[in-house]
């Protein structure tokens, strides 16, 4: 498909064991963000990535949550020893856009992680 | 840091109009964006206004923006029961970085028959 793509669309885990949650971006975008959206909470960022550059992961929550985007495309976002408080909805996005112009972000479906 | 603020939940009758309201404490914001959820789906952009205008009018949605009070509402004439969603309000900061981009907490709209 065209849109952004996300994977697994639900994961239940249970607490400890490590997660990872994929993000294809649209062909040819150059910015990847992560967010999470809790129940009742806006989005919160997580991360971005734009080109080549270093990665901005001044919204990671912890270190056991990393994040890498291999070969300026696909993105994988790894939560390790995870804990029932990051159960959440984990969305990526992707735009065309550079660092000096926000423009359009385009969303994925999100990956559901609960848990247990 | 950048904060915006919605009310969570809006309940209208079918037909009337809807109005989110939204505030943001970013006075150097650049645009100003409404993004919309529907059950299940990730969050498409609605409609979006630069901040050095009023008003935006595209069919059905007025967005207004009050500068001075940094307050931005969003206007959906003749609800109709596929309106219903989570409604994001979200700014973008002068600074550049597109990783501002802060979102609301998002106001769940139900379109009652």
Redesign the interface.
């Known amino acids: 498909g065209a849109g952004?793509s996300q994977s697994p669309s639900n994961k239940v885990t249970e607490k400890g064991k490590d997660v990872e949650l994929r993000c294809d971006p649209i062909s040819g975008h150059t910015?990847l963000?992560w967010?999470r959206q809790s129940l009742?909470?806006?989005?919160e960022?997580l991360i971005?990535f734009?080109g080549n550059s270093a990665p901005?992961k001044?919204?990671l929550p912890s270190d056991r949550f990393s994040a890498e985007r291999t070969g300026g495309s696909v993105s994988t976002l790894t939560i390790q020893r995870t804990q029932q408080e990051d159960s959440a909805v984990y969305?990526c996005?992707s735009?065309s856009?550079?660092?000096?112009?926000?423009?359009?972000?385009f969303?994925?479906?999100?990956s559901r992680l609960t848990v247990l | 840091g950048e904060d915006v603020e919605q009310s969570l939940f809006l309940s209208v009758r079918e037909g009337d109009s809807s109005v989110i309201n939204c505030t943001y404490t970013d006075s150097s914001s650049t645009y100003l964006y409404w993004y919309k959820q529907e059950p299940g789906a990730g969050l498409q952009l609605l409609t979006y206004i630069f901040s050095n205008m009023d008003m935006k009018q595209d069919q059905r949605l007025t967005v207004l923006l009050n500068k001075k009070d940094k307050h931005l509402s969003l206007r959906i004439a003749d609800t109709q029961t596929g309106d219903s969603a989570i409604y994001f309000c979200a700014e973008s900061s002068l600074s550049g970085s597109a990783r501002q981009l802060t979102f609301g907490s998002g106001t769940q709209l139900t379109v009652l028959p």
């Open positions: 952004v910015a963000y967010y009742g909470q806006g989005l960022f971005y734009q901005d001044s919204g969305l996005a735009s856009r550079g660092l000096t112009n926000t423009g359009e972000l969303f994925g479906e999100g």
